[in-house]
């Protein structure tokens, strides 16, 4: 086919039929938009075919990863001089810190040999942790089980006091606890885990230590916020998301551990038919994944933290912050919403209670129904997005505020409309009830 008419399939039949990350009333799940000159700098990665691998064959796109990954690092009080893997996203870099973890803390050759015939491995985490973490669990043959969900708080944050309760029973039990996971910035509510007295947990059961900051983490380069994330920098391994708040196209996630070596112990191997390029340098990334080939994920991150600097991101995260602030303090005013948590980051829960139902409780699970029946209304409209969540058997919104194109327009018009449309489905519901 002609080229022209080629894209013109793409521009008539695959685009419309795709939700716009990049529109201004975009404030579902994490989604963010697509920076402009990363994303231009995404297709030249891909028509160039650079393939960060070996230090030998392509010594720019791997430094650059190295460099990203120490600027990430840095900028959320990680470590100045992280080692890292850039990844498809925030589930596969979890699961490369769980695999560290299990080599750092298992005293055989469990590459080698494996589980089997060893004390069973347990982890640990809050009930609130993401599903790609019980994912891993299933794929690293350990069973969902052996990670073990610890209930959370009335903030959702982890009962520490539970964790360690949990980890002497495993203990007792002959089983062998290996890592304890905290969260920085849930994803049903922005919570951020108590990573101090995790940090603590961890030194005193010797434990690796992971934290998930898949969404939250890059909210520490905000000052107003930073203190939440204070023992970040005790963990051995860190997952950020540069897909998710910096806006760069995807994929592009980031696992950082402190030493090379927890990655290279991990995941090195060389191939007989490629022995001759490896320079055995710290920095050939064959020894620091489970990937062959892979494509450039580093890239366009560099080249967004280029041009605009972590104050740039500082600036964008700060109106994200104050978005939420204000939405939520609309919402707790409003006699036809209800707000479930506050938000501690830029995600926030609330859910529509038509003003005869207020604090009625036996009208919970209308109220369900009601706010489910809501958000499939309000994704049909096309004009805008807010997603929900089931919360402390709630179900209810929980909008997210990451994306950069995002405006105080967009979100009292998708609020707007959020609340003209319920009034409409809560009347047509009691009427069919009726
Ligand atoms: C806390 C958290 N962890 C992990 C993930 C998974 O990340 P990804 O979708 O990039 O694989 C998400 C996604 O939203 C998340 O919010």
Redesign the pocket.
């Known amino acids: 086919m002609d080229p022209d008419a080629i894209l013109d399939i793409i521009r008539d039949k695959l685009i419309p039929a795709t939700v716009n990350y990049n529109h201004p009333r975009m404030m579902s799940?994490?989604s963010s938009a697509s920076l402009t000159l990363p994303g231009l700098v995404e297709g030249l990665v891909a028509s160039l075919k650079i393939f960060p691998y070996s230090w030998a064959l392509t010594p720019g796109s791997t430094q650059i990863e190295v460099t990203v990954g120490r600027w990430l690092g840095a900028a959320v009080g990680f470590s100045d001089n992280a080692a890292s893997y850039m990844?498809?996203?925030?589930?596969?870099?979890?699961l490369m810190a769980l695999l560290a973890a299990r080599v750092a803390r298992t005293d055989w050759d469990v590459r080698r040999d494996g589980v089997t015939g060893h004390a069973p491995l347990t982890a640990y985490a809050s009930d609130q942790?993401?599903k790609?973490?019980d994912q891993s669990f299933a794929m690293m043959g350990l069973g969902t089980s052996a990670l073990r969900k610890i209930e959370t708080d009335a903030g959702f944050r982890v009962r520490v006091d539970l964790l360690e309760a949990a980890i002497a029973k495993d203990i007792a039990e002959g089983l062998q606890p290996f890592c304890i996971i905290g969260?920085?910035?849930?994803?049903n509510t922005g919570a951020v885990d108590d990573l101090e007295a995790l940090a603590d947990l961890a030194e005193r059961y010797d434990l690796w230590f992971h934290v998930?900051?898949?969404?939250?983490a890059l909210a520490a380069l905000s000052p107003r916020v930073r203190p939440l994330f204070a023992g970040m920098d005790r963990a051995d391994s860190l997952?950020v998301?540069p897909?998710?708040w910096l806006n760069v196209p995807?994929?592009a996630?980031c696992l950082l551990v402190k030493t090379w070596g927890a990655l290279s112990e991990t995941f090195s191997l060389v191939h007989e038919y490629m022995r001759n390029i490896d320079t055995d340098d710290a920095h050939d990334h064959w020894h620091h994944g489970w990937e062959l080939t892979r494509g450039d994920r580093a890239l366009k991150v560099w080249v967004a933290l280029k041009q605009y600097g972590a104050s740039g991101f500082r600036r964008m995260i700060d109106q994200h912050l104050d978005m939420s602030a204000r939405l939520a303090a609309m919402v707790e005013q409003a006699e036809d919403l209800e707000l479930l948590t506050r938000p501690s980051l830029s995600i926030f829960c609330f859910r529509y209670v038509p003003p005869d139902l207020h604090g009625d409780p036996s009208k919970g699970q209308y109220l369900d129904r009601l706010n489910e029946a809501i958000e499939t209304q309000i994704q049909r409209s096309g004009d805008g997005l807010i997603t929900g969540t089931d919360l402390a058997g709630k179900r209810c919104f929980r909008p997210c505020f990451v994306n950069y194109r995002l405006t105080q327009e967009g979100i009292d018009t998708v609020i707007a409309q959020l609340r003209e449309i319920a009034r409409g489905v809560d009347a047509r519901m009691r009427g069919s009830d009726a």
């Open positions: 799940y994490v990844t498809t996203g925030g589930t596969g870099a979890n942790t993401h790609c973490l969260t920085a910035g849930t994803t998930d900051g898949a969404y939250g997952v998301d897909h998710k995807y994929e996630g």
